[in-house]
């Protein structure tokens, strides 16, 4: 009888299992502190709103020692005067502002004066380590024009509150939680009773390590959304969107940010055609070069602004 051999076994591939991600668990017990109400577009803001001038400006600040500095700033320039019509009206000015500053870990003290008779005002003090008090005023020798505000911020483990006191029976109250850990929900009421106003906002902002995104809506007829990518470690692209449903105005812009090793460049364009951009250049330790552009075509309006600053 021939000896039956059995067949020989076959090696098939492994077929590898497709990788399941789990989802992140999120400790909703844990979440992270938000940045305050007031603050939720500042990216947006960095990029988009440059302090941007028209003229020659010179400033310079001087150490007395580790938390007391001395600065001088001059300016020089056309100032922008008011007008019901579609023409600019610009008239030449110059004054110098003298500033002392104290910096300390838990209290900043910065007061102006200016040859126009302008006195400013700001002050930072930490209360606690969750509660903090700012303060800032302007007296003027305008009548009505003086003003002044408290802002008391409590910090919590995942939320923020805000309350504001201010001059002409102005009070105001802000709050933002931290729903997830790149979501954040707020919302805001004010009174203003020297002008028999009130109002009411709310605001949500999503932020990532390569994103942020805001919206903000408020019952004075404000709209405002803003969207900022960021492409690399120095440069970010922004957009923001802005509509007044009372008075119907639009306004949208992109612009950019740019940091290079010794500068830093940003710059805008919106719907209305107007143009503009905002160099610093770090020419040496403690010595920077400004300047600042903006083009109006509608308006036909050009800003030039060159400037230098002394000191850090």
Same mark, same amino acid.
């Given at each position: 009888m021939a000896t039956l051999v059995?067949?020989?076994?076959?090696?098939f591939p492994a077929v590898s299992k497709p990788?399941?991600?789990e989802p992140e668990k999120v400790d909703y017990f844990n979440l992270p502190c938000p940045i305050p109400y007031e603050e939720i577009h500042r990216e947006a803001l960095m990029s988009l709103k440059p302090e941007l001038f028209e003229g020659m400006?010179?400033?310079?600040?001087?150490?007395?020692?580790?938390?007391?500095?001395?600065?001088?700033?001059?300016?020089?320039?056309?100032?922008?005067l008011p007008t019901q019509s579609t023409d600019v009206v610009k008239i030449p000015t110059a004054h110098y502002e003298f500033g002392a500053n104290f910096i300390d870990p838990k209290m900043m003290l910065f007061g102006r004066v200016m040859t126009d008779g302008r006195v400013n005002a700001r002050v930072r003090c930490e209360l606690s380590e969750n509660l903090a008090m700012k303060a800032n005023g302007q007296l003027t020798g305008e009548p009505h024009m003086?003003?002044?505000? #408290?802002?008391? +911020? /409590?910090?919590?483990?995942?939320? @923020?509150?805000?309350?504001?006191?201010?001059?002409?029976?102005?009070?105001? !109250?802000?709050?933002?939680?931290?729903?997830?850990?790149?979501?954040?929900?707020?919302?805001?009421?004010?009174?203003?009773?020297?002008?028999?106003?009130?109002?009411?906002?709310?605001?949500?902002?999503?932020?990532?390590?390569?994103?942020?995104?805001?919206?903000?809506?408020?019952?004075?007829?404000?709209?405002a959304l803003g969207y900022v990518q960021k492409v690399s470690d120095k440069v970010s692209l922004a957009s923001?969107?802005?509509?007044?449903?009372?008075?119907?105005?639009?306004?949208?812009? #992109?612009?950019? +940010? /740019?940091?290079?090793?010794?500068? @830093?460049?940003?710059?805008?364009?919106?719907?209305?055609?107007?143009?503009? !951009?905002?160099?610093?250049?770090?020419?040496?330790?403690?010595?920077n070069f400004i300047l600042s552009a903006e083009i109006d075509h509608?308006?036909?309006?050009?800003?030039?602004g060159f400037g230098l600053t002394v000191g850090e």
């Amino acid at each position: 009888m021939a000896t039956l051999v059995p067949p020989a076994a076959t090696d098939f591939p492994a077929v590898s299992k497709p990788t399941v991600t789990e989802p992140e668990k999120v400790d909703y017990f844990n979440l992270p502190c938000p940045i305050p109400y007031e603050e939720i577009h500042r990216e947006a803001l960095m990029s988009l709103k440059p302090e941007l001038f028209e003229g020659m400006r010179f400033d310079f600040t001087r150490g007395l020692n580790q938390r007391f500095s001395l600065s001088h700033s001059v300016f020089m320039g056309p100032t922008e005067l008011p007008t019901q019509s579609t023409d600019v009206v610009k008239i030449p000015t110059a004054h110098y502002e003298f500033g002392a500053n104290f910096i300390d870990p838990k209290m900043m003290l910065f007061g102006r004066v200016m040859t126009d008779g302008r006195v400013n005002a700001r002050v930072r003090c930490e209360l606690s380590e969750n509660l903090a008090m700012k303060a800032n005023g302007q007296l003027t020798g305008e009548p009505h024009m003086s003003h002044g505000m #408290v802002n008391f +911020d /409590y910090k919590g483990k995942d939320y @923020r509150t805000q309350f504001q006191l201010g001059n002409g029976a102005l009070f105001g !109250a802000s709050y933002i939680q931290s729903i997830t850990p790149h979501l954040s929900l707020g919302g805001e009421v004010f009174w203003a009773g020297q002008h028999r106003k009130s109002g009411i906002g709310y605001a949500a902002r999503y932020n990532t390590d390569k994103m942020v995104a805001t919206g903000q809506v408020a019952s004075t007829g404000m709209v405002a959304l803003g969207y900022v990518q960021k492409v690399s470690d120095k440069v970010s692209l922004a957009s923001d969107f802005m509509y007044n449903y009372m008075s119907r105005d639009v306004t949208a812009s #992109v612009g950019y +940010d /740019y940091i290079l090793r010794q500068c @830093r460049l940003r710059g805008k364009i919106d719907s209305n055609g107007c143009v503009a !951009a905002f160099l610093e250049e770090r020419l040496n330790m403690g010595l920077n070069f400004i300047l600042s552009a903006e083009i109006d075509h509608k308006k036909k309006d050009y800003k030039f602004g060159f400037g230098l600053t002394v000191g850090e």
